[in-house]
T-cell receptor
Framework: ETGVTQSPTHLIKTRGQQVTLRCSSQSGHNTVSWYQQALGQGPQFIFQYYREEENGRGNFPPRFSGLQFPNYSSELNVNALELDDSALYLC??????????????FGPGTRLLVL | AQTVTQSQPEMSVQEAETVTLSCTYDTSESDYYLFWYKQPPSRQMILVIRQEAYKQQNATENRFSVNFQKAAKSFSLKISDSQLGDAAMYFCAYRSPHSGNTPLVFGKGTRLSVIA
């Protein structure tokens, strides 16, 4: 067990709707990263939050947004859902500091299906 | 930008035998971190082993070990005494040591089957 939890485990939405996914970081971790994993592919980086601020973003449109809260839990919001947003969404937490181990620990993921 | 390549989409191994999964990467950085993650059908991405580039000694975790060749930019994973529970997707990943925007960069994965 990594101590990283995600909710919900599964979700079905229709095109155009909005969705919020949640992640609870491992205790003591200050950084959370979100990844999208399409079927049969490796995870792709969406964005990263460090101490409640976004400090990195992958090649995803602005309709993908997020938040990190003072307790370092996080949300991923996706607006105007498209069929291609169907994927496994992974949250990973880490304790990032200069010289740190840079090890990210993953939650079990949320499987999103957009119809 | 860094890239990670796993050239073996699928591998199989007999139970109790040894298997090696390949990974190469491309980077201009001299210091970095490399990881192998395992993703079973349950979907959870589990850390298998980690290697710091500045360490010449290859990392080992029980039955799992790596062959890290920095000059060749190669980072292979060896699984000894394979068990049925080792069957999963294995992902090789790279992470820059710098603070800030340093996501994991993943390869496309290798699906490992273990034959009883």
């Amino acid at each position: 067990e990594t101590g990283v939890t995600q909710s919900p485990t599964h979700l079905i939405k229709t095109r155009g709707q909005q969705v919020t996914l949640r992640c609870s970081s491992q205790s003591g971790h200050n950084t959370v990263s979100w990844y999208q994993q399409a079927l049969g592919q490796g995870p792709q980086f969406i964005f990263q939050y460090y101490r409640e601020e976004e400090n990195g973003r992958g090649n995803f449109p602005p309709r993908f947004s997020g938040l990190q809260f003072p307790n370092y839990s996080s949300e991923l919001n996706v607006n105007a859902l498209e069929l291609d947003d169907s994927a496994l969404y992974l949250c990973a937490s880490s304790l990032d500091w200069t010289g740190g181990s840079k090890t990210q620990y993953f939650g079990p993921g949320t499987r999103l299906l957009v119809l | 930008a860094q890239t990670v390549t796993q050239s073996q989409p699928e591998m199989s191994v007999q139970e109790a035998e040894t298997v090696t999964l390949s990974c190469t990467y491309d980077t201009s950085e001299s210091d970095y971190y490399l990881f192998w993650y395992k993703q079973p059908p349950s979907r959870q991405m589990i850390l298998v082993i980690r290697q710091e580039a500045y360490k010449q000694q290859n990392a080992t975790e029980n039955r799992f070990s790596v062959n890290f060749q920095k000059a060749a930019k190669s980072f292979s994973l060896k699984i000894s005494d394979s068990q049925l529970g080792d069957a999963a997707m294995y992902f090789c990943a790279y992470r820059s040591p710098h603070s800030g925007n340093t996501p994991l960069v993943f390869g496309k994965g290798t699906r490992l089957s273990v034959i009883a």
